[in-house]
């Protein structure tokens, strides 16, 4: 076939259009046959011929070796846009519409080809990569519609991570922007009855209904431009009723099209969120699972596998393992250590609670046997703790000295023995609570012996109870060559009445409490109970058991170390001076002393300038004490009935505050465990914990043992005005 009648080459419009590219240095090929395109042809560019390197001789003076130009030619995409629009069109329809949108963005040559009419199939095609997308509003062009779904900077200002989007105002907006370019409903309904005549506001058209507008911090919000073409349509109508009406009704229709489109576009984000939640929770798990299997086959399997509920909480929330990312050879490299060192941590837990589990199985029984019965039992009373139960009772002591290899399954046995055997239980455990205190007592009041030339120390008021006692005796003897004498020791009567005396105080040793506690509460103080932490490296046998006690109970027997508390001798000073001015005899009076309880008491240094400081028996002894310390002395002295009267009906209102916010007295009926909390920390408690909305008190939650004061009684000091006593203080 000749080339006059083979089928002409198909030109692009646009390259026809284009001037063709001459080389000026080369010629044109002459004699070509027909239908052959010289050197001039756009689709037969050649190149131009490449300079001839020229070498630079380095020993000729005043030359310089230049660098020379890397191999290869820098190519780019300016020359996209010369292929034919179907291959284009073909490309890009392939991409994400958010990609099509940055492409668009690149150069003014894409952006003509992609922002034309012509080009809404390459968006269409480019929408239906994303899943379960809606279509575009009948509002909006394509390329907007991409910009307000995909593109998260703000519309006015482009700035960046604008994440909230305005459906019904189809835009982003920060928040400087939105004080800028927004303005209120109130403010458009305001200007839209100023531009309508008054004749015509009979009836008032409907404005809310004519304009688009989000819900943004209290706040409905329209753009000024949207508001100031609503002026202009109104003003348009000249205050025509009809006109009016007919602009209501266009533009209400309107905004009801924008809103159903609005909320199918709010829909489907909200469907993307959970898609990219679940996408994210997949990926931790998927990242969790490789780490534990390289842990274990780092021989770590039997050490995960035992992991107790804090330590998975601790692997879940490590910051290496919840990262929502594919593990990779890389990245398991970077984090092998951390990882393996948290394997170790996990390897001496384990093996710290397999050395205490005989201890740890037979205080789980005792417990599931003792709350039986404490349950039963008001919160208020004084009750041993399971821990107590298992070191201080000859019943339960015996259970727990049985050899290491012996597990029990469980105790067999009656409720009718199970209430015997623990109703000698404390029996036993408070007449030997009691001779603990009795003890404390002695050691701090009996003085030790010691050389003339030995220098005194205050210190030496508080040596053990055996050291005391062994003073005592010796002093009673008489010279070691002497024949030993036995010496009966202290009757119950005796022990009960000085421990349970009202000038017994003792103080707690712990630096953050430091507080002055009478007998019966020290036996149930927190801090009294404290457990040190786990010993993850246990050595002997006393370290498996309070790793048992710990991980059972909480807590450590009642005063397990002897420094949990002290005999504070200024208290029992200063206490005696409280119980001589109510007129009783601090030999005899014990702490719940009826007429003590009712008494108030008024300090001389701190009753100045009209004001009396009026107090409580307990808080006078805290009170006093505190300015024995600081050297001071201070007289008390007792109100009368009379003043007596007028200070309890004063003091309601008073506490209202210190006893819901400030007095630590409740404790949960539930849990039977903790230190006592305030009246809205135990109302949240039972709430957060137990899902009791309305705690009902000697149901849910009733007054601790170890409480700050009793309900009605303040544990601080009040000032009244001096006028409303009559009672004479004591300077």
């Known amino acids: 076939m000749s080339a006059d009648s083979s089928t002409p080459v198909r030109r692009s419009s646009r390259l026809q259009a284009k001037p063709a590219v001459t080389y000026v240095d080369e010629p044109t090929l002459e004699g070509a046959p027909p239908g052959v395109a010289s050197s001039t042809s756009r689709r037969e560019r050649k190149s131009p011929a490449k300079r001839p390197r020229r070498s630079v001789d380095a020993n000729q003076p005043g030359d310089s070796p230049k660098q020379l130009a890397p191999k290869g030619r820098r190519r780019d995409l300016s020359r996209l846009v010369d292929m034919p629009l179907d291959i284009l069109f073909e490309i890009f329809g392939h991409l994400h519409p958010h990609d099509l949108l940055q492409l668009s963005r ?53 700035k960046a991570r604008v994440m909230n989007v305005l459906w019904m105002l189809r835009c982003r907006a920060c928040r400087a922007c939105m004080k800028e370019h927004f303005t209120t409903l109130f403010d458009v309904l305001v200007a839209v009855r100023q531009r309508i005549p008054i004749a015509a506001q009979n009836p008032m058209i409907s404005t809310s209904t ?41 533009r209400s229709h309107a905004v009801t099209v924008i809103r159903a489109s609005a909320e199918i576009m709010m829909d489907w984000q909200a469907r993307q969120a959970q898609q990219r939640t679940m996408d994210l929770i997949d990926l931790r798990c998927r990242r969790r699972k490789q780490i534990i299997d390289r842990l274990c086959d780092l021989g770590y399997g039997e050490d995960l596998k035992w992991m107790t509920f804090e330590r998975v909480e601790q692997f879940l929330e490590h910051p290496l393992v919840k990262q929502p990312k594919e593990l990779t050879d890389r990245i398991w490299n970077n984090i092998k250590d951390a990882m393996v060192a948290f394997a170790e941590e996990s390897r001496v837990e384990r093996l710290m609670r397999e050395r205490c589990a005989h201890y740890v199985n037979r205080l789980s029984l005792l417990s599931d046997l003792a709350v039986r019965w404490l349950v039963r039992r008001p919160l208020w009373e004084l009750l041993p703790t399971i821990a107590d139960l298992s070191h201080y009772t000859s019943a339960f002591l015996h259970m727990m000295n049985f050899p290491r290899g012996m597990f029990f399954e469980a105790i067999d046995t009656t409720p009718a023995r199970v209430d015997k055997a623990m109703n000698d239980a404390v ?31 205050d210190s030496n008021s508080q040596a053990s109870s055996s050291s005391s006692k ?100 200024a208290a029992r000073e200063a206490a005696m001076k409280v119980v001589r001015a109510c007129g009783s005899d601090p030999a005899r009076t014990p702490t719940c002393d009826r007429a003590l309880n009712k008494a108030r008491f008024v300090c001389s240094l701190c009753s100045v300038d009209g004001q009396v400081c009026v107090m409580a028996w307990k808080r006078a002894v805290a009170h006093l004490t505190a300015h024995a310390k600081e050297g001071r002395d201070a007289k008390v002295t007792c109100l009368s009935k009379r003043d007596r009267r007028i200070v309890r009906a004063l003091e309601p209102p008073r506490l209202i505050a210190h006893e819901t916010c400030v007095y630590k007295m409740y404790g949960c009926m539930r849990c039977r465990i903790g230190p006592p909390m305030t009246l809205a920390q135990i109302l949240s408690h039972c709430k957060d914990e137990h899902y009791v909305e309305w705690p009902d008190e ?8 170890d409480a700050d004061t009793e309900p009605g009684v303040p544990a601080h000091d009040m000032y009244y005005d001096a006028s409303l006593f009559l009672t004479p203080i004591r300077r």
């Not at 707690?508 to 430091?514: G, K």
């Not at 457990?531 to 490296?537: E, F, I, K, N, T």
Request: aromatic share 6%; hydrophobic share 40%.
């Open 470 to 569: 062994t003073a005592q005796l010796s002093n009673v003897a008489g010279p070691s060559n002497a024949p030993a004498v036995p010496i009966a020791g202290p009757t119950v009567d005796e022990i009960t009445t000085l421990t349970l005396s009202a000038c017994t105080w003792f103080r707690c040793t712990n630096a953050r409490c430091n507080a002055l506690l009478t007998s019966t509460r020290t036996l149930s103080h927190a801090c009294a109970h404290e457990a040190p932490p786990l010993r993850m490296h246990p050595e002997s046998d006393a370290d498996d058991l309070h790793n048992a006690y710990v991980l059972v109970c909480e807590e450590h027997p009642w005063n397990l170390s002897g420094d949990k508390v002290v005999f504070d001798v």
């Open 210 to 250: 004519m304009v688009p507008m989000e819900y943004v911090n209290n706040k409905l919000l329209i753009p000024k431009t949207v508001a100031e073409e609503l002026f202009a349509s109104v003003e348009a109508c000249k205050g025509d009723p009809v006109a009016l009406k007919k602009l209501e009704e266009e």
């Open 698 to 705: 000697e149901v849910d939650y009733a007054l601790h043992p």
């Open 427 to 457: 029996v036993e455990w408070k007449a030997l609570m009691l001779e603990k205190l009795y003890d404390i007592i002695v050691a701090a009041t009996t003085p030790v012996p010691s050389s003339s030339n030995a220098p005194t120390n």
């Open 106 to 158: 690149t150069t003014k040559a894409l952006r003509s080809v992609l922002m034309r009419p012509s080009a809404v199939t390459i968006w269409r095609n480019a929408r239906r990569n994303v899943d379960d997308l809606p279509d575009c509003p009948d509002d909006l062009t394509e390329p907007a519609y991409a910009n307000l779904l995909f593109d998260q900077h703000c519309h006015f200002c482009v």
